[in-house]
């Protein structure tokens, strides 16, 4: 079966760290870029990272740059999500979201995502 | 920073047709691209470069594009396309992705 299946969300401290996992399966992690997106409780879609198939581009939006690092292990079939420095704003549900093969504009499959949340 | 907008609500009565739109920047030089979320669910593509739809959508879900609004089309509404909608981009010249605020669909 084609899927994503996140993990490694929770509760934390703000100022703690934490690292989400998404374990691919039913096709070749290494043909498609993947992302993290994530929606805070009652809000809309936010993109949070991206990453190449080979690593070569890796982008962040701006809430999290340089607090939060993506990466991938194609032979382990998983791509992580680094979270440093947490703050209470970064409580949501985060998605694991594969891009499109031929044209990686849009994200065809999504996680069920896991929900992260930082508080005291 | 690129910024998408969309109506926060639309009703819609069983069988006719909703009409959700997406507005942006020079958004007729983007591809765009729409996603269903329903309650308690993960967000599922309906629609992808402006037209085109996945396997399995169904043929009611139409997407256009002209000048600066982008536009998602639902013919003959059912109950269970009550959903949020967002539309998406890719913005080039940030190197982001790019969401809109979202479309909830009322059924009535």
């Known amino acids: 079966e084609v899927q994503l299946v996140e993990s490694g969300g929770g509760p934390v401290n703000p100022g703690g760290s934490l690292r989400l996992s998404c374990a691919v399966s039913?096709?070749?992690?290494?043909?498609?870029?993947m992302n993290w997106v994530r929606q805070a409780p009652g809000k809309g879609l936010e993109w949070v990272a991206s990453i190449s198939t080979s690593n070569s581009y890796i982008y962040y939006g701006e809430p999290v740059k340089g607090r939060f690092t993506i990466s991938r292990d194609n032979a382990r079939k998983s791509l992580f999500l680094q979270m440093d420095s947490l703050r209470a704003e970064d409580t949501a549900v985060y998605y694991c979201?594969?891009?499109?093969?031929?044209?990686?504009?849009?994200?065809?499959?999504w996680g069920q995502g896991i929900l992260v949340t930082v508080s005291s | 920073s690129y910024v998408l907008t969309q109506p926060p609500s639309v009703s819609v009565a069983p069988e006719q047709t909703a009409r959700i739109t997406c507005g942006g920047d020079a958004i007729g030089t983007l591809s765009v691209h729409w996603y269903q979320q329903k309650p308690g669910q993960a967000p599922a593509l309906v629609v992808y470069v402006n037209t085109d739809r996945p396997s399995g959508i169904p043929e009611r879900f139409s997407g256009s594009h002209s000048g600066d609004t982008a536009t998602l089309t639902i013919d003959r509404v059912e109950a269970g396309d009550e959903a949020d909608y967002y539309c998406?981009?890719?913005?080039?010249?940030?190197?982001?992705?790019?969401f809109g605020p979202g479309t909830k669909v009322t059924v009535l």
């Open positions: 998406q981009v890719w913005h080039s010249r940030s190197d982001h992705y790019v």
């Open positions: 039913g096709f070749t992690l290494s043909s498609h870029g």
């Open positions: 979201a594969r891009s499109s093969e031929n044209y990686g504009g849009f994200f065809d499959l």
